[in-house]
């Protein structure tokens, strides 16, 4: 049975297809963007079908819609290609036939979509909450620097509560910065009802799986990071071992190493943290590790504390901290059992 290998270059208006069969192009086509002119595309192919685009805004709804239509999906990784895309002349018709050529070859890198609607719908809500308190920081950030730059201090509880505000601006007086407060509370009021709603439907999707209630019992793992974790990572049968799982949320170390030293033997290499990772993730089991260091007793901290006591960074020994409790969390998710402090 032939193979063909088809390649699209999505935008928001049209997508050009390619496809590639036996090293040559032997088909391409612009269609609009939607699944029913993509389905009408990929149906009028006769054989076995591969179809790849790469990660997007819109990857998943096409992975979702069209997963089905072709033997095998692939959403690949943008920065993988760029090297290879990018060598001479580039518009959407060369990139689609440029991806159907890699791959055939075997160029190109994954990038995990789920197929469970609900689990993205709890990430999609989780991501929103984490952006609405960025903002609310922002707002909050904004509000103490107007006061600042007229040489006041907002008091305590003005923020939350609105009596004591009310109070503190009639002090304050008619004046311009009053006003501009006002106005921008208004804001901030509105951005901190979005963070209650997000949150609040973050904890009622989350009640569906038993393993984020499992991971609430590990020292410095609460709700939210829990929760994270959980969206982000999706399965824990996607990583073959614990070193990708430490690489993906930020943790894990790669190696560099480069040339040769005065006797010709090969330089010793470097280990440094990966850069471009998931800073959501990462934050997370960060996070959950400087909490569980800076409680009182417990395996992590115990650990830490002897790390730093045989001469250990402090900074190394927080990361080796954070890759020790997310292999407990990765453990506790294969075998859905709860934590256990003995076991580790």
Not at 40 to 54: P, Q, Y
Not at 59 to 80: H, M, Q, T
Not at 238 to 267: H, M, N, Q, T, V
């Amino acid at each position: 049975m032939k193979t063909n290998y088809i390649g699209a270059d999505v935008d928001c208006m049209m997508t050009e297809l390619a496809v590639e069969r036996n090293g040559v192009i032997v088909a391409r086509d612009r269609v609009p963007t939607d699944i029913r002119s993509l389905s009408g595309f990929l149906n009028s192919i006769t054989g076995k079908k591969i179809m790849v685009i790469e990660e997007g805004t819109m990857a998943g709804w096409l992975y979702r819609n069209l997963k089905s239509k072709v033997d095998e999906f692939i959403v690949c990784d943008p920065r993988r290609n760029k090297l290879i895309s990018c060598d001479g002349d580039k518009d959407d018709t060369i990139d689609a036939g440029d991806l159907a050529i890699l791959l055939r070859g075997g160029y190109l890198r994954k990038v995990y979509h789920t197929d469970d609607e609900d689990r993205l719908a709890l990430k999609e809500v989780v991501a929103l909450y984490h952006d609405r308190v960025r903002e609310s920081v922002r707002q909050m950030n904004k509000l103490r620097d107007c006061c600042r730059s007229h040489g006041i201090k907002i008091p305590a509880g003005t923020v939350k509560h609105l009596p004591v505000r009310a109070q503190w601006l009639k002090q304050i007086g008619p004046s311009v910065l009053a006003r501009q407060l006002s106005i921008r509370w208004i804001g901030f009021d509105a951005v901190a009802t979005q963070v209650k709603m997000a949150r609040q439907e973050m904890n009622r999707r989350s009640k569906s799986y038993p393993i984020i209630g499992f991971w609430k019992d590990l020292p410095g793992v609460g709700p939210i990071r829990a929760i994270t974790l959980f969206a982000y990572l999706d399965a824990p049968w996607r990583f073959g071992g614990p070193k990708k799982l430490w690489k993906y949320c930020g943790i894990g170390l790669k190696r560099f190493a480069s040339g040769s030293d005065k006797e010709g033997r090969p330089k010793a290499g470097n280990l440094r943290l990966f850069r471009g990772v998931n800073r959501r993730l990462k934050d997370a089991i960060m996070g959950a590790a400087l909490s569980a260091i800076c409680q009182s007793s417990n395996p992590f901290a115990d650990n830490y504390r002897r790390m730093v006591r045989n001469g250990v960074t402090p900074s190394n020994a927080r990361h080796t901290v954070a890759r020790k409790m997310l292999s407990v969390m990765w453990g506790m998710w294969k075998t859905s059992c709860r934590y256990d402090e003995s076991l580790v």
